[in-house]
């Protein structure tokens, strides 16, 4: 081996253990932001109750302000954070949560919901959508995470059959698909997303004056 091929040798481990000390790093964020997330969601009647007490109108514009732009702002970013799901040869590689990509589609459906409806301020319908799709795809990916990728280095028998199928790279076949279907249900909602963007502009907002 040559002065060259060891160099190449060196920089390729380093981007190798870089690119997988970042995938894992943001496998092991993600959980926090679920939780984070759901917290936020599910703690809207409180919030509602707190704006109640405010005497200044102000205030109380000024907390739901802040409230709903984080809340909003923490979906968007476990959605992007969630990207690494949706390309096979990562799960394949790394030990992720299987049905990562399935619960990052989740989290885009619930940003569809909330573009194509009025938010979820005076409907409780869809409230209660955005609800189950959080709940849905925290437990998607809660519950590999906690039995399969965390369990999976103490779990032994049958347990750790079972752990070792929750994890994507110790079972790659199951987590290919899992990405694959992932990707077509965001592309949907993509698309449903960009066809609503563009017919939205076209729609008037107030009905024409009587002649």
Same mark, same amino acid.
């Given at each position: 081996?040559?002065?060259?091929?060891?160099?190449?040798?060196?920089?390729?481990?380093?981007?190798?253990?870089?690119?997988?000390?970042?995938?894992?790093?943001?496998? @092991?964020?993600?959980?926090?932001? /679920?939780?984070?997330?759901?917290?936020?969601? =599910? +703690?809207?009647?409180?919030?509602? +109750?707190?704006?109640?007490?405010?005497?200044?109108?102000?205030? @109380?514009?000024? =907390? /739901?302000?802040?409230?709903? !732009?984080?809340?909003?702002? =923490?979906? *968007?970013?476990?959605?992007?954070?969630?990207?690494?799901?949706?390309?096979?040869?990562?799960?394949?590689?790394?030990?992720?949560?299987?049905?990562? !990509?399935?619960? @990052?589609?989740?989290?885009?459906?619930?940003?569809?919901?909330?573009?194509?409806?009025?938010?979820?301020?005076?409907?409780?319908?869809?409230? %209660?959508?955005?609800?189950?799709? =959080? +709940? *849905?795809?925290?437990?998607?990916?809660? &519950?590999?995470? *906690?039995? !399969?990728?965390?369990?999976?280095?103490?779990?032994?028998?049958?347990?750790?059959?079972?752990?070792?199928?929750?994890?994507?790279? %110790?079972?790659? &076949?199951? @987590?290919?698909?899992?990405?694959?279907?992932?990707?077509?249900?965001?592309?949907?909602?993509?698309? *449903?997303?960009?066809?609503?963007?563009? +017919?939205?502009?076209?729609?008037?907002?107030?009905?024409?004056?009587?002649?």
């Amino acid at each position: 081996m040559n002065v060259d091929q060891l160099t190449s040798a060196i920089v390729n481990g380093i981007n190798a253990g870089g690119e997988q000390f970042l995938e894992g790093t943001l496998a @092991a964020v993600l959980p926090i932001l /679920w939780i984070t997330i759901l917290a936020l969601h =599910l +703690g809207r009647p409180y919030m509602l +109750g707190m704006m109640s007490k405010f005497t200044l109108r102000l205030g @109380a514009d000024l =907390l /739901w302000m802040v409230y709903a !732009g984080a809340r909003d702002f =923490l979906i *968007v970013t476990g959605f992007v954070m969630s990207f690494m799901y949706f390309f096979p040869d990562v799960v394949n590689t790394d030990p992720l949560p299987v049905t990562g !990509g399935l619960a @990052a589609s989740c989290l885009f459906a619930v940003l569809l919901v909330k573009l194509v409806t009025k938010g979820d301020d005076n409907d409780a319908l869809v409230y %209660t959508i955005n609800s189950c799709l =959080l +709940g *849905v795809g925290a437990l998607l990916y809660l &519950i590999p995470y *906690v039995l !399969g990728t965390q369990a999976n280095q103490v779990a032994a028998g049958g347990l750790g059959d079972f752990s070792a199928k929750l994890v994507s790279n %110790t079972n790659p &076949i199951l @987590a290919a698909w899992l990405s694959l279907i992932a990707v077509g249900i965001v592309a949907v909602i993509g698309i *449903v997303a960009v066809v609503y963007s563009l +017919g939205a502009p076209a729609k008037p907002t107030e009905e024409p004056a009587a002649a």
